[in-house]
Nanobody, 126 residues
Framework: VQLQASGGGLVQPGGSLRLSCSVS????????IGWFRQASGQEREWVSS????????YYADSAKGRFTISRDTGKNTVYLQMNSLKPEDTAVYYC????????????????????WGQGTQVTVSS
């Protein structure tokens, strides 16, 4: 399976962006999808995930109330709508695909994800 993240850019604090993760290859709808981010000089951290089985969603505390993850199965694309962006949201954002059961059990764990896309840069600055 291949993943292609897009939609990053420069936005002012308080603004919004929508990231897209296009999933292709064999059985793209099988995989649960997660978003991670990595700020410069910091470790990669989990942001949000969506389960392929029932569409359940999971969020890191930093994302709750501001970010929304969704999936368009017809387009094999997962979205991350990010609102009320803050400078501390600046990072390279990655999407990843994981086994459905593994992601439900431990959505925030990198080891639950087997396939990773390239990142897309999000910069929040005035």
């Amino acid at each position: 399976v291949q993943l292609q993240a897009s939609g990053g850019g420069l936005v002012q604090p308080g603004g919004s962006l929508r990231l897209s993760c296009s999933v292709s290859g064999r059985t793209p709808r099988f995989w649960s999808i997660g978003w991670f981010r990595q700020a410069s000089g910091q470790e990669r951290e989990w942001v949000s995930s969506i389960a392929s089985s029932d569409g359940s969603t999971y969020y890191a505390d930093s994302a709750k109330g501001r970010f929304t993850i969704s999936r368009d199965t017809g387009k094999n694309t997962v979205y991350l709508q990010m609102n009320s962006l803050k400078p501390e949201d600046t990072a390279v954002y990655y999407c990843a695909a994981g086994d459905p059961m593994g992601v439900v059990i431990a959505p925030a764990t990198e080891q639950a994800y087997e396939h990773w896309g390239q990142g897309t840069q999000v910069t929040v600055s005035s």
